[in-house]
Nanobody, 119 residues
């Protein structure tokens, strides 16, 4: 079973920075499209950033220019560098690994890490 373990969340002041990490178990990390989602109180989970197997990144408009997603296939790890943090970035951040086979998406999720932006 694939496991994703996030770390790096915490409390930070507005304008500060945090770096989230997500380690994925197993030998197929390089085949996954990796993503970071977040969920503030409420049912909606928002895609923040994703990175393809060829390291092509995409970002939600709300974080463009402030967040950077990257991956290290040798370490089975995906990162989310978050700069110029705002109070509205406060949420639980989830790591996602997606593998598509025969047109079927298989999704794996981490347990989430809390990010709180507050003075």
């Amino acid at each position: 079973q694939v496991q994703l373990v996030e770390s790096g969340g915490g409390l930070v002041q507005p304008g500060g920075s945090l770096r989230l990490s997500c380690v994925v178990t197993g030998n197929f990390f390089s085949f996954y499209v990796m993503g970071w989602y977040r969920q503030a109180p409420g049912p909606q989970r928002e895609l923040v950033a994703s990175i393809t197997t060829r390291s092509e990144a995409m970002y939600a408009d709300s974080v463009k220019g402030r967040f950077t997603i990257s991956r290290d296939n040798a370490k089975n790890t995906v990162y989310l560098q978050m700069n110029s943090l705002k109070s509205e970035d406060t949420a639980v951040y989830y790591c996602n690994a997606k593998y598509t086979s025969y047109g079927i998406d298989r999704n794996y999720w981490g347990q989430g890490t809390q990010v709180t932006v507050s003075s």
